[in-house]
């Protein structure tokens, strides 16, 4: 089945270390596209996997709900739309959700295992099918509102 085979594959390599990043992608012949990054060494053996990207391919554009980016300090920055209900929609029925953008950024160790770093959460809001659609939408530039992060205060113990 040509769906289950990568559609393309981009090689970055890691500065200073045998280690490369492969983002493949997979399901470009359907309507979703997910991309996968996988840490591995020069003779091609997997040291670790993670979904970075995940989009809907309609003509009318593409609707991403998962995006990445890897940055020149060889950070890997995932963009994502988290839903806040439960509650499953029918994409034929889909004309907008609430969500919540989440930022993990993380790098990769010596085992070329992928390491959580950081996470941002942002205030929920609403994502229209229209604006998803707009081919120059990226979720990293959505204007979004940090949420404050809570502080915990001693009682002087």
């Known amino acids: 089945n040509p769906a289950e085979f990568p559609t ?27 991309d996968v990054l996988l840490s591995v060494t020069p003779d ?3 040291l670790d996997q993670m979904p970075v990207a995940v989009m809907e391919m309609r003509a009318a554009g593409i609707s991403p709900v998962m995006q990445y980016e890897i ?9 994502r739309l988290e ?6 929609i029918p994409l034929s029925d889909f004309t907008s959700f609430t969500a919540q953008r989440v930022d993990r950024t993380y790098e990769v160790d010596q085992d070329g295992k992928f390491v959580l770093i950081n996470t941002v959460r942002y205030r929920p809001r609403t994502y229209t099918r229209e604006m998803l659609e707009k081919r120059e ?11 404050k992060k809570l502080v915990s205060v001693g009682r002087g113990r």
């Open 8 to 34: 393309s594959c981009h090689d970055f390599i890691l500065p200073g270390r045998d280690i490369h990043l492969l983002a493949i992608s997979f399901g470009g012949v359907t309507d979703w596209r997910t």
């Open 71 to 79: 940055t020149s300090d060889a950070k890997i920055i995932v963009y």
């Open 137 to 147: 939408y990226n979720i990293y530039l959505g204007n979004e509102m940090p949420m």
């Open 44 to 46: 091609g053996e997997i």
């Open 83 to 88: 839903p806040v209900s439960d509650v499953s």
